[in-house]
């Protein structure tokens, strides 16, 4: 199949499709002060539409429903919310196109990535549909004899979910899929700059049978008001929130007046280590991908490139060359590999960043600017001879850059790995099987890479240490988030009346 441009007509006909309202009780619904704020195309700047702006007596609303719906989703059978999951999904994959286009257009990624985010998205709905019916308890004898214990996973109750703009659809299925699945109600606010493409796929739940309170979207522009009028709201049970550390310490310090349950999918700053003995090619790849993927704005982006100082040379001019060649545009054009950074500030932070890491030392191998003309570009750049405290290294660059610093120890690279506050996604290429455990027991990360540079998978708790979060998403801990611990003790039956009495 020959790839065409998308035309603006596809464009505009995508557009259409997708609701503006906000979702509350079921219903589609301006904003109760009658505002709106406008969506961005970041490859041109220029608007892609008008949504409703909630306000903080939208989101009372929307907790009014989500709690009134609370009791009746919890006792929907399990089998039947798996179903209106799986339903769910093949919605989505149906529209798989649609959905790529909406993201490529509100966030920037190229078509090619935005598919993947599809794909990716829409299996953390498939995920939790197969979850949903297998979220097991235990119950067993007390150690003393005397006594039965029973556990149970309730579902938390109501949710509110907070989404960031980089994976518009898949950090928000991330949330939403394992809320359902464990029998909460939600209300979901996605990022102001991407709010489509959470409206498109919340008509596509509202099609697959999720009744009418039991998921509320609000699209807002402030979205302090929002957190602020529900975190104290004593029916809120949970918090979970995905993005930038600084914005989830503040609302760790909200959740906790009310004691909130919270999940915390914050900043990382991940080391991509290649050792002397790792297979060159295949680093670099993994490095493209790890670095790359997403232009660069990813929690599990590669931020700090580590390498062994004999095999430096040779993966600083593998990686300059693929990093070189690619290919910066509209991500609605068939050849576009980089698309724009989400916005100006964006853009001029990452050129800030590169040119104070110059400043300090570093010698820019390619790239290095950014791009004029219109939309928010910036060349894949990658930095050699960084020094070891330049700011670049410390800073998430959510960006197309690649710092590169050396190393001469195993113990050295391990020690640089974990100076840094965060502690996501990390990297690491070698051929050794000895040392890839020695360096994953040493290195204070909540997921490790290992001669991989794409990590993220539905199946996989995601989620990090340090001040990279709390919580995980994904697998089976990913369902256990939204459900709570009851524990009922059980008198020993041989002791109640009318039994034998104890025996022993
Ligand atoms: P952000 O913190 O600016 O915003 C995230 C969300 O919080 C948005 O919906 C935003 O509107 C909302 N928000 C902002 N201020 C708020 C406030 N005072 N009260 C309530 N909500 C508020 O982050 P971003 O720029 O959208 O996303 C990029 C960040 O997200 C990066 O730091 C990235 O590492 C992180 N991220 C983490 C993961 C992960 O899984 N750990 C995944 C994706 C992105």
Known sequence: MVAVPVTREREQQVLTTVPRGLLIGGAWRESSGGRTFTVEDPATGAVLGEVADASREDAVAALDAAAAAQGSWMRTAPRRRAEILRRAFEIVTERAEDFALVITLEMGKPLAEARGEVVYGAEFLRWFAEEAVRDYGRYGPSPEGTSRLLVQRRPVGPCLLITPWNFPLAMATRKIAPALAAGCTMVVKPAKLTPLTTLLFAQVLIEAGVPAGVVNVLPSGSAAAISGALLPDPRLRKLSFTGSTPVGRRL?????????????????????????????????????????????????????????????????????????????GRGTLPETQVGPLIDAGARDDVDALVAKAVDAGAVVSTGGRAVDGGGYFYEPTVLTDVPHDAEILKEEIFGPVAPMTTFDTEEEAIRLANDTEYGLASYLFTRDYARMMRVTEQIEYGMVGFNAGVISNAAAPFGGVKQSGLGREGGAEGLAEYTATQYVGIADPFAM?????RLG
């Open 252 to 328: 760790l310090i909200d959740a906790a007046q009310n004691v909130l349950r919270t999940s915390m999918e914050l900043g990382g700053n991940a080391p991509f280590l290649v050792f002397d003995d790792a297979d060159i090619p295949a680093a670099v790849a993994g490095a493209m991908a790890a670095k790359m993927r997403n232009m660069g704005e990813a929690c599990t982006a590669a931020n700090r490139f580590l390498v062994h100082r004999p095999v430096a040379e040779e993966f600083a001019a593998g990686l300059s060359a693929a990093m070189g060649a690619l290919r910066t």
């Open 497 to 501: 009346p009318g039994g034998p009495g």
